[in-house]
């Protein structure tokens, strides 16, 4: 059974409750620019999928972007995201969100229910997937990258090695949609935002 935390150390700090103040956050306690580019990536994602189907696309944004706000401090399971649970809490991140970003590790004992969870949990490790694919283009760009190549990557073993191929496949079937127009939409949400 799990059970969110509810702290108020921070009295004097704002509600996060929107996409900057969660940036905000985020590069407060992130300071390595490949984790932020993960946030950006994950979020791009998951909000190019809150568009699609009609959710709460500032929600799905932050939940996004905070999703491995801790990982820094605490980069070792169990610790991340639980202890990174109360500060969100504290900083009044709504309940809706903490839940999410719990579940999205599989060790939490968290369960994913809300389409938001299954969301955050499907591009996760996709998004860094794609980014690391796109790293060994010739541009490295990702507007080189392709369903075919990212299959073929998803082979070969040491490609990537700590990204779990098992969470991007279960991650897709969660969803209820195939692997490979998963892949694709995260691709086209990720060349669409390069582009911008």
Partial sequence: MWV???IFSYDNIDSVTDRNQAWELLCEFTKSDSLRRHALAVETCVTAYAR?????????SVTALLHD???????????HPMKGEPILAGRG???????????HANYSGVPRVSLLEKTLFACDELAGFLTAVSYVKPGRSIQ???VKSVRKKL????????????DIINGATELGIELDDHIEFCIRAMQARAAI
Avoid at 52 to 60: H, S, T, V
Avoid at 93 to 103: F, G
Avoid at 155 to 166: P, T
């Fill in 93 to 103: 991140v709504d309940e809706e969100i903490r839940r999410a970003i719990l579940s």
């Fill in 69 to 79: 706000f801790d990982y820094e401090m605490h980069p070792d399971a169990p610790d």
């Fill in 155 to 166: 082979k070969d073993k040491a490609f990537a090695r700590s990204v779990s191929r098992e």
């Fill in 52 to 60: 699609k189907l009609g959710q709460d696309e500032d929600k799905w």
């Fill in 4 to 6: 969110l935390r509810r």
């Fill in 144 to 146: 080189e990258v392709d």
